[in-house]
Antibody, heavy 117, light 109 residues
Framework: QVQLVESGGGVVQPGRTLRLSCAASGFTFNKYGLHWVRQAPGKGLEWLAVITNDGTKQYYALSVKGRFTISRDTSNNTLFLQMNNVRLDDTGVYYC??????????WGQGTLVTVSS | SYVLTQPPSVSVAPGETARITCGGNYISIYSVHWYQQKPGQAPVLVVY???DRPSGIPERFAGSNSGNTATLTISGVEAGDEADYYCQVWDSSSDHDWVFGGGTKLTVL
């Protein structure tokens, strides 16, 4: 079955860098687009970024464009989110998710990022 | 970018029918998807493409989409249905935005 396991979250100071990973298994990795979605404490879901199945195209929400970079490593079936210049409002649970079409069919369990000085 | 509007909360007694709306400008031209999220858990897809259900989702969950409103209808509500529900569309017209509604807290009285 499809498994998505995020890691790399933790406490980070404003302005610093953090890299999240999402280990994928149970499906053909290079067949699907993969996304990052976050949820601030007590708030709703916010889509952040997507990378196409072949890794050639990436799209970002305006809130993270220019600061975050999504990438994927096909040899290790892993999705990444490089977070640069983090801000207090980047605090939240970060999920990776798989879209066979335009809906999120599978989600990871999430990793918590806390931005605090 | 495209905006989806949901009521913050809906309350219903066990066994009754809950209707959660998702408003958007001409939303009927989009495929609308719905997610259930319980506290401390990842979201779960309960309806996709307006009205289809993934395997394992009970028939009590049904979706519809017309005009400017999409609706998730939960029939015979159970205590275990208490959760946050989010609608979502893909807006390909604006740089590939995947858009979520603000979420609706379903309370089972």
């Amino acid at each position: 079955q499809v498994q998505l396991v995020e890691s790399g979250g933790g406490v980070v100071q404003p302005g610093r860098t953090l890299r999240l990973s999402c280990a994928a298994s149970g499906f053909t990795f290079n067949k699907y687009g993969l996304h990052w979605v976050r949820q601030a404490p007590g708030k709703g879901l916010e889509w952040l970024a997507v990378i196409t199945n072949d890794g050639t195209k990436q799209y970002y929400a305006l809130s993270v464009k220019g600061r975050f970079t999504i990438s994927r490593d096909t040899s290790n079936n892993t999705l990444f989110l490089q977070m640069n210049n983090v801000r207090l409002d980047d605090t939240g649970v970060y999920y990776c998710a798989l879209t066979p079409e335009d809906y999120f069919e599978h989600w990871g369990q999430g990793t918590l990022v806390t931005v605090s000085s | 970018s495209y905006v989806l509007t949901q009521p913050p909360s809906v309350s219903v007694a066990p066994g009754e029918t809950a209707r959660i709306t998702c408003g958007g400008n001409y939303i009927s031209i989009y495929s609308v998807h719905w997610y259930q999220q319980k506290p401390g858990q990842a979201p779960v897809l309960v309806v996709y493409d307006d009205s289809d259900r993934p395997s394992g989702i009970p028939e009590r969950f049904a979706g519809s989409n017309s005009g400017n409103t999409a609706t998730l209808t939960i029939s015979g509500v159970e205590a275990g249905d208490e959760a946050d529900y989010y609608c979502q569309v893909w807006d390909s017209s604006s740089d590939h935005d995947w858009v979520f509604g603000g979420g609706t807290k379903l309370t089972v009285l």
